[in-house]
Each structure stands twice: as C-alpha cells, then as structure tokens.
C-alpha cells in the first residue's frame, strides 16, 4: 500500500483545512486509517483514526471537536477536516493504515505510511 498525503498549507488560526491521503490498491477498504502528526523538536503523535468498514472513528484529546476523519472507500480516500485551528496545530501530519481490525494510536501499530504534508497555523 502506498500513501499520499496532501491538502496542507499556511492558515490563520481560527480557519480550516482538508488533508487528503489517498491509497494505491484493492484492499484499501480492510484497513484501519490513522492520522499522526509531528511538530518540530516533538515526537509524532496520534491524531485521528477510522476504522475499515464500520467507519468508527477515535481522536486525540487536543483536536475532539475540532477535527473529523473520514474516508471514502469507493476513492481510496481518507479525510481530515479541521476546524478552528491554533498555533499549536502546526505539524508535519502524516497519515497510516494499519492491518488489524482495531484502532491504534501508536504509531508503531501502522504498517503503512505516507510522506507528510506540512499545516502552519499563523497567529
């Protein structure tokens, strides 16, 4: 499986943005989707997570209520949209699938990732 994230970009803070990631293969739909990002000088951290046919989704604390994953299996297609952005939101967000049927939050537990695109929220 390959991964590529798109969509990031420079906003103010209070306004939106919409990552993409789209999936090369058949069997996009089998797996659990994550997105994780990573800020400069700090650990890559879990986002977001769907899972595969159910669609349930999980977020991190700090983005609940302000950010939605979602994906379009008929697109290989996964989805963040965020709202009400702050500084602190600025990252490298990378998404991930993973294999197994639960969601993960560990970036250990995804076994495909993408390349990264950049979000810089401006005060």
């Known amino acids: 499986v390959q991964l590529q994230a798109s969509g990031g970009g420079l906003v103010q803070a209070g306004g939106s943005l919409r990552l993409s990631c789209a999936a090369s293969?058949?069997?996009?739909?089998?797996?659990?989707m994550g997105w994780f990002r990573q800020a400069p000088g700090k650990e890559r951290e879990f986002v977001a997570a769907?899972?595969?046919?159910?669609?349930?989704?999980y977020y991190a604390d700090s983005v609940k209520g302000r950010f939605t994953v979602s994906r379009d299996n008929a697109k290989n297609t996964m989805y963040l949209q965020m709202n009400s952005l702050k500084p602190e939101d600025t990252a490298v967000y990378y998404c991930?699938?993973?294999?197994?049927?639960?969601?993960?939050?560990?970036?250990?537990?995804?076994?495909?990732w993408g390349q990264g695109t950049l979000v810089t929220v401006s005060s």
């Open positions: 991930a699938a993973d294999l197994r049927p639960t969601i993960a939050t560990m970036t250990h537990e995804y076994d495909y």
């Open positions: 769907i899972r595969s046919t159910s669609g349930s989704t």
């Open positions: 293969g058949r069997t996009f739909s089998r797996y659990v």
